[in-house]
């Protein structure tokens, strides 16, 4: 189960101070858009919604990276 939307470990994730590291392509590549997003805009609200779009892709994907996750979020 994931941790609720506003659970701090979206705002890590989302700002790199979790590392994240994966064997799927998916997922890297949504750390990697968030990496990019932070540089372009590093200010709260925009660090908000990226960790918003984190979260709805764990959500959305929840069953098919189950174990991932769980590595991710352990």
Known sequence: MLPDSAHPVWIQIATGKKAVS???LAINLLIQN???EMEKDAS???VKEIAGRTYQFFKQY???F???FQKILG
């Open 34 to 36: 968030n990496r990019i």
């Open 44 to 46: 709260p609200a925009h």
């Open 62 to 64: 929840e069953t098919i």
């Open 22 to 24: 994966s064997g799927k």
């Open 66 to 68: 189950a174990s991932e």
